[in-house]
């Protein structure tokens, strides 16, 4: 039987004309639990990883997985069991790491909007560091730690101004956009930081988009990081880590990221150059880890060819998979059981009442009603964002290891959507 790896996805292949995750006949899977179902590969994640730790090998280096990507508690598991920490941004996401076996001391909290409750609640647990976004956020955090007799352990988040030359919704070091303080602020910001009685300088911390392929803005980034410690360091402020951020991209459809290896090789003879190479550095990738290790399984409805456009309409919609309708993002699309005939040009589409509610435009596919479509890099950013819009129950998710497959999450029930509501009384 020939096996067949489809480009970027190393962890699926076709063996025969059957989908296969690891040793995981998909559409054995959807048997057993239906579509739409998320289908995760452990060895894709602990290989994702694996490129990084190479690459930083002989450093001090903490990687905080941005739980974001993929919060599910068995994915965020996985990473605390080989040795992660989390980059949060909620409470919540605190709550899951803390829930999943994570460690305190190795969660960075980021994110413009952290409110005084969830300062409080991530002081008392003592995660490791928050990276403050604002001068406003610096003075709340130091009030809401000194109330509690602590100093809150601080990076200062700093936008660097340079275009990652991604998506401008997921663009985020640029001067336009809310993330960050300043390049020209962030010393005096420091200073300030230094005066304040409830706050402790850690560290500096940058994150400059996301879905990043090119290696210069990161190399650019870093030069201006590095310039600011310098700076910093000698208004007498020392800096005991810098937080590279996260943003690597995948491979969607083409897309050439820098593996993390050769990227983190440059970005590490630069620190080297500038003699910065022992200092101890943390990073925080999230898409990269898990974004490609992550299939889609979904079931053909309805096939609607028309006039202008066919619709090959699916049982996975915005809901589920909202990268699509919200960054135009391309997802590939292909079948779990390859049929011989001709293939026909298609739209696909979910059930919502949206326009916005398409999953591909123009694809080539030999489809029938009843088929099962795998779609490819939905490992990040999917589940993570998928909502109950249409009153849609959320997707299960499947974790993969060998032949071995385990439930991490339960599909959604429509008890489950109505629990937190309240009817009217009925007077
Ligand atoms: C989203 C985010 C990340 C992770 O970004 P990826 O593109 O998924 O690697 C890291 N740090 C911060 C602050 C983020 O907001």
Not at 158 to 180: A, C, E, Q, R, W
Not at 257 to 265: I, Y
Not at 388 to 400: C, K
């Amino acid at each position: 039987m020939t096996s067949q790896n489809l480009p970027g996805q190393p962890h699926i292949a076709y063996r025969g004309n059957e989908l296969f995750s690891e040793d995981v006949r998909l559409s054995d899977l959807v048997k057993e639990h239906g579509t739409p179902l998320f289908v995760y590969s452990k060895s894709a994640m602990l290989s994702a990883l694996a490129a990084y730790q190479r690459g930083f090998a002989g450093r001090k280096v903490q990687i905080c997985y941005a739980m974001k990507a993929n919060p599910a508690l068995g994915v965020i598991q996985l990473f605390a069991q080989a040795g992660c920490g989390f980059d949060i941004v909620s409470g919540g996401d605190m709550d899951r790491v803390l829930a999943a076996g994570g460690q305190a001391e190795k969660i960075i909290f980021s994110g413009v909007g952290k409110t005084r409750a969830e300062m409080r609640r991530a002081l008392e647990a003592g995660i490791g560091c928050f990276n403050v976004e604002s001068e406003a956020e610096l003075e709340v955090l130091s009030e809401v730690a000194l109330s509690m007799g602590l100093r809150a352990p601080v990076s200062i988040r700093v936008n660097p101004n340079v275009d990652p030359m991604t998506h401008p919704y997921i663009s985020t070091g640029l001067k336009g956009n809310k993330f960050g303080i300043a390049h020209e602020r962030v010393v005096r910001t420091y200073q300030r930081a230094a005066t304040l009685a409830g706050i402790r300088v850690v560290g500096i911390d940058c994150h400059i988009g996301s879905q990043i392929t090119q290696e210069e803005p990161y190399l650019d980034a870093m030069d201006r990081m590095l310039d600011l410690v310098e700076a910093i360091e000698a208004a007498g402020i020392p800096i005991q880590h810098i937080d590279f951020g996260g943003g690597l991209g995948i491979d969607y459809n083409g897309d050439t990221p820098p593996p993390a290896d050769r990227l983190w090789e440059k970005l590490l003879a630069k620190l080297d150059a500038r003699g910065f190479g022992q200092r101890q550095l943390m990073i925080e990738p999230g898409r990269s880890l898990v974004g490609n290790a992550g299939v889609c399984l979904t079931e053909v409805l309805y096939l609607k060819p028309g006039e202008q456009k066919n619709f090959c309409i699916i049982d996975a919609a915005m809901n589920d998979l909202p990268r699509p309708a919200m960054y135009q993002a391309f997802h590939q699309i292909v079948p779990l059981q390859s049929r011989a005939e001709a293939p026909a040009t298609w739209d696909v589409v979910g059930p919502i009442c949206e326009s916005g509610d398409w999953i591909g435009h123009d694809r080539a596919l030999a489809v029938q009603p009843g088929d099962l479509l795998a779609v490819l890099s939905a490992g990040a950013y999917c589940m993570s964002m998928a909502s109950n819009y249409n009153s849609r129950g959320r997707a299960a998710e499947i974790l993969v290891e060998g032949n071995q497959t385990r439930l991490i999450r339960q599909r959604e029930t429509i008890a489950d959507q109505m629990r937190q509501e309240i009817l009217l009384l009925n007077k």
